[in-house]
């Protein structure tokens, strides 16, 4: 039972380039999250999927797109990389849509550097 | 604007001591509270939480307490032991999926 895993762990881009980060989760789990951390800040949520076919927005989705391949995997998508976009990725996935008392589990992280 | 505020970058304790983790709030509607923990290149993991019916949660050494007048909370660690030096995060929500986090506290449990 891996728990949450993310592809790549570090990734260089040039500014203009794109690539999408992977995440699988192997729980069973409903709902699938990205989120972005930077220095001095928290988490930030970037794209949600409440259940598998729906996809929606979350704090900062701009500059980004996502897929929910399935109900094990949510992909994010950068089309054209900015350095504002550079930063370190978690994915996030949980039992069930809302229902606070279950809690997020996390991916160990993307970091992205973009030049 | 930061709905959730960790106003203390970092925190150092002795072990076996207490270590208190503060946090604020600003958001009224928020309705459930989290702390998660964060070693270095590795995601947060979940560490303790509160309702916000509750004033206060234990889990062994842990204990989280909610004063939601005064939008405040905190998490208490009895005894401090080194191995809990990592960042903390506090995280709260209204029940939707938007999890908001404040920015961490580093703390560092000196042997």
């Known amino acids: 039972n891996a728990g949450v895993t993310q592809t790549p762990k570090f990734q260089v881009l040039k500014t203009g380039q794109s690539m999408t980060l992977q995440c699988a989760q192997d729980m069973n789990h409903n709902s699938m999250y990205w989120y972005r951390q930077d220095p001095g800040m928290g988490l930030r949520l970037i794209y949600y999927s409440a259940s598998e076919g729906t996809t929606d927005k979350g704090e900062v989705p701009n500059g980004y797109n996502v897929s929910r391949l399935n109900k094990r995997e949510f992909s994010l998508r950068l089309e054209s990389a900015a350095p504002s976009q550079t930063s370190v990725y978690f994915c996030a996935s949980k039992l069930l849509s809302g229902g606070a008392h279950n809690e997020q589990f996390f991916g160990p992280g993307t970091r992205l550097t973009v030049l | 604007d930061q709905q959730v505020k960790q106003n203390s970058p970092s925190l150092s304790v002795q072990e076996g001591r207490i270590s208190i983790l503060n946090c604020d709030y600003t958001?009224?509607?928020?309705?459930?509270f989290l702390w998660y923990k964060k070693y270095p290149a590795e995601g947060p993991t979940f560490l303790i939480s509160?309702?916000?019916?509750?004033d206060k949660n234990e889990d062994g050494r842990f204990t989280v307490f909610l004063n939601k007048s005064a939008k405040h909370l905190s998490l208490h660690i009895v005894p401090s032991q080194p191995g809990d030096s990592a960042v903390y995060f506090c995280a709260a929500n209204t029940g939707a999926n938007n999890l908001f986090f404040g920015t961490g506290t580093r703390l560092t449990v000196i042997p």
């Open positions: 958001n009224s509607m928020f309705d459930y």
């Open positions: 509160i309702s916000s019916i509750k």
